[in-house]
């Protein structure tokens, strides 16, 4: 991991208003598909690794960007990088999965890759991101799972 910030100054949005809970949502008896607001909310506060600012903050992850099928069990993400060549996009994937898979029933296949022409390794990125072999390896090396597990604990 490079020891030097890449993106020095990035632009920082504003966040969303948080989802309002309503009796139905409360209600375990109503049976409540998932949608993409769901999903958004699940990821929306993991930490940028370089920033202290949330990936929402950034706009690497958008509602927009998220499709969602309930009864196909599919939830795909796509994630903008902040600049181009940005060395911590597959971090960033990566914390997004492993998200999505401690935070969702076993039951969804969770798809996570850059938004198309956002970022110069787009291809190669998407691949590790996509080969479970790799995620599993990566998330057996210590150090990078410390630094998953930071990206998406809350702040206090």
């Keep these: 991991m490079p020891t030097e910030i890449e993106n020095l100054n990035p632009s920082v949005y504003g966040k969303i208003k948080e989802r309002e809970k309503t009796a139905n949502d409360e209600d375990e008896t109503i049976v409540d598909p998932f949608d993409k607001r769901e999903i958004f909310d699940l990821i929306r506060n993991i930490n940028d690794p370089e920033h202290p600012l949330t990936l929402e903050e950034l706009h690497v992850v958008q509602e927009e960007l998220i499709t969602i099928s309930d009864k196909q ?5 796509n994630f903008t990088p902040t600049i181009p060549h940005c060395s911590m996009a597959t971090l960033i994937g990566l914390s997004i999965r492993v998200k999505l898979l401690r935070s969702l029933p076993p039951r969804f296949k969770v798809s996570v890759e850059i938004t198309p022409g956002t970022h110069a390794s787009e291809l ?12 599993a390896a990566a998330l057996e090396n210590k150090h990078l799972a410390e630094v998953i597990n930071q990206c998406i604990s809350s702040r206090s």
Excluded at 73 to 77: A, G
Excluded at 124 to 135: C, G, I, P, T, Y
């Design 124 to 135: 190669a990125v998407n691949k590790q991101l996509a080969d479970k072999e790799r995620v």
């Design 73 to 77: 069990n599919n939830v795909h993400v």
